[in-house]
C-alpha cells in the first residue's frame, strides 16, 4: 500500500523510516553467540543487510573473540576510549574500541591480548567494539585460540554443508537432488512415486524441500511426471 | 601485513621466502647483540637474525619470533614478542608443536582465506 493510501484519504500519515512503525525491521533476529575467528576472517567479511550480519563463506557473525597483539596504542585524553591496532597474524590489522573505566593499567605494544566484541564497519573499514579486553594469562591460550579458530571453522563449514543440502556432489547434483533422484530410481512402476511417498522416504528434508527439487529436476530434464503433477519417475536408464 | 604460518623446526625448508612466527626457547644470543639461536618445539635449533639490536631477551625464555625465512633457513625477523614470566612458566610446548603440524593436515581451516 502507497504512504498516500494509508490514513483513510486525509492526506498521508507520516511513516517512521525503520524502527517501531515497520513490522520488519528488528524482527529479523540477529546473530547471537560468539565465533572465535582470526582476525582476517572479519576483515574479509562483508555486511549483510538483509540478514543484519557479517557473512565470510560459511561464517556468519556479529560478536566474535580474537585473540592479538597490540600494535599500536591510542588513548583518548580523558582515558575512557583506548583504541587498539591488533594484529594475530593472519594477514591484517584490526582497529579495536575499547571503552573501559580508568582502572588496570594501560596495555602496550606487543602484547597479547584477547578481545571479545561486536563487529561493527565504518567507512567500509571493520572494526570491533569491545566489550572484554585483557591480556593473557598464559601463552597456552594463544595455542588454544588458534586451535579453536580452525576447529570452529571446520564444525561451522560441516554444518552448513549438511543443513542447506547444497553440498554438491561429483555429478554436479546437490545433497537433496542426488537423494530425490537415487529413490526414483528404485520405482518399479510406471507411475514411480507421488510427492508424499518421496517425502515419507527422505525424512531428512520437508515437504516443501522436495516439491523445490522434484520442480526443478522436471524442468532440467532428470524427471519426469507422470500419471498427475505429483507422481513422478526418472527415465529408463541411469 | 600477511598471514606469518606458524611453524616448527622441521618446516623451515618448506617455508622458505615465507612469512613465518615461530615459538621457541632462546638458548643463546650473538656477542653482535643481534643474532640469536632459538630451540624449536620440536628440538630444532634456528638461528634468527633481528633487524634492530634484541632486548629484553634472555637464555632460556621464551620468545615468539615474527619474520621470513631467508635462503640460509634462517629467520630475518622484525618483531621478537617477549612474555613475562607468569604467562610461559607452565608453557606446553609440545602441545605447540602438535598445534603447528595439526594446521597444516587442515589448510582450507586454518587459512579460511584460501
Known sequence: MALWEQGGGNGFQQRKAGGEGDPNNGQRSAIKGVLTCTIRTILNAKHSEAENCFIYKYFKFNTVMIMGLIRDVNHEVNGSLAMYNLDDHSGGVIEIKWWHDDSGEPLKPLTYVKVVGQVKIFSGRAHVVAHHVSRLQSLNELVAHSIECVHASMAIRKQASTINGTNTNRNGFTLIQNAVINFLKTATTSEGFSVTEISTQLKQFNENQVRQTLEFLSGEGHIYSTTDDDHFRTGNNN | ?114
Open chain 2, 1 to 114: 601485513m600477511t598471514h606469518h604460518y606458524r611453524i616448527n623446526g622441521s618446516m623451515i625448508q618448506q617455508f622458505s621466502g615465507k612469512p613465518v612466527s615461530i615459538i621457541g626457547t632462546v638458548s643463546k644470543i650473538h656477542p653482535s647483540g643481534n643474532v640469536l639461536d632459538l630451540e624449536t618445539s620440536d628440538q630444532q635449533h634456528i638461528v634468527v637474525r633481528s633487524s634492530d639490536h634484541i632486548v629484553d631477551v634472555n637464555p632460556g625464555n621464551i620468545i615468539e619470533v615474527l619474520g621470513e625465512v631467508d635462503n640460509r633457513n634462517q629467520i630475518a625477523c622484525d618483531t621478537i614478542v617477549t612474555f613475562e614470566p607468569e604467562q610461559t612458566a607452565n608453557f606446553d610446548m609440545d602441545m605447540y608443536n602438535q598445534a603447528v603440524m595439526l594446521f597444516q593436515h587442515y589448510p582450507q581451516d586454518y587459512l579460511v582465506n584460501l
